[in-house]
């Protein structure tokens, strides 16, 4: 009989796939934020110059501040983690009696009850580790993180560089070689493309349709960028005619 997958996986990614979560939001973050960024700067009719500068500017400061974030974020948790967890230890060790009675609550609520009850107890409390993982779980609704905060942070900086800097692409090939078509235009087709990658990506992050979670994302990074170039089209009209 054939098994049934439950949740979606791309299985060609392999290992990878355990940072997947950092690399979507970080890609959709750098390709927002730089496409905005170039909607922007066009609909206040700056030079392409000025938007190469104004995005890899945007590209490598942002992804920087993103990636560390997300270090420090995940390094606090697992500090928290840890120092719980040293003090369910010490309980254990220090107060065994309140923390059995405590696994018995927990168990109690979840149903167990008499003899059965106490042979669940039993069995947790004959080994530390063990009891202290329960109350960790059930007591304080804390699970550790086994991801590593470093590559947490590197898979998000890397996805915001590279996914970011498809808004920008086609601005580096014109300025190093000229173009006759509309770069803007090109720059919205690969930004769409993009945002469309990894809201497919995304959808396997969070167990979504795959459509529902492409369209999503577009929306998202469109609508940030149709903000961003009346905003821009604005502040230069309002400059011009200041």
């Given at each position: 009989?054939?098994?049934?997958?439950?949740?979606?996986?791309?299985?060609?990614?392999?290992?990878?796939?355990?940072?997947?979560?950092?690399?979507?939001?970080?890609?959709?973050?750098?390709?927002?934020?730089?496409?905005?960024?170039?909607?922007?700067?066009?609909?206040?009719?700056?030079?392409?110059?000025?938007?190469?500068?104004?995005?890899?500017?945007?590209?490598?400061?942002?992804?920087?501040?993103?990636?560390?974030?997300?270090?420090?974020?995940?390094?606090?948790?697992?500090?928290?983690?840890?120092?719980?967890?040293?003090?369910?230890?010490?309980?254990?060790?220090?107060?065994p009696q309140k923390e059995r009675e405590e696994i018995e609550e927990i168990?109690?609520?979840?149903?167990?009850?008499?003899?059965?009850?106490?042979?669940?107890?039993?069995?947790?409390?004959?080994?530390?580790?063990?009891?202290?993982?329960?109350?960790?779980?059930?007591?304080?609704?804390?699970?550790?993180?086994?991801?590593?905060?470093?590559?947490?942070?590197?898979?998000?900086?890397?996805?915001?560089?590279?996914?970011?800097?498809?808004?920008?692409?086609?601005?580096?090939?014109?300025?190093?070689?000229?173009?006759?078509?509309?770069?803007?235009?090109?720059?919205?087709?690969?930004?769409?493309?993009?945002?469309?990658?990894?809201?497919?990506?995304?959808?396997?992050?969070?167990?979504?349709?795959?459509?529902?979670?492409?369209?999503?994302?577009?929306?998202?990074?469109?609508?940030a960028a149709l903000v961003a170039y009346y905003v821009g089209d604005f502040?230069?009209?309002?400059?011009?005619?200041?």
């Open positions: 009989m054939k098994e049934t997958k439950l949740h979606q996986e791309i299985s060609f990614i392999g290992n990878i796939q355990v940072y997947l979560r950092e690399f979507v939001y970080g890609g959709i973050d750098g390709a927002v934020t730089t496409f905005a960024v170039v909607a922007g700067a066009v609909g206040a009719n700056l030079d392409p110059s000025i938007i190469i500068i104004l995005g890899f500017a945007n590209l490598l400061a942002d992804g920087f501040s993103m990636s560390v974030g997300a270090f420090l974020s995940s390094k606090s948790d697992q500090e928290n983690y840890d120092k719980h967890k040293a003090i369910e230890y010490w309980e254990v060790d220090n107060l168990y109690r609520n979840k149903g167990f009850e008499g003899e059965l009850l106490q042979k669940v107890v039993d069995v947790i409390t004959s080994d530390k580790d063990r009891w202290v993982n329960e109350m960790m779980k059930d007591e304080l609704n804390m699970m550790e993180e086994t991801k590593s905060p470093f590559k947490i942070g590197l898979a998000t900086l890397i996805s915001f560089i590279v996914v970011g800097f498809i808004p920008l692409m086609i601005y580096v090939y014109d300025y190093f070689q000229e173009t006759s078509f509309d770069v803007f235009l090109w720059t919205s087709i690969f930004t769409g493309i993009a945002f469309a990658t990894v809201g497919w990506l995304k959808s396997f992050v969070n167990q979504t349709n795959i459509f529902k979670s492409i369209g999503e994302t577009l929306a998202l990074g469109f609508l502040l230069e009209s309002l400059i011009m005619n200041s």
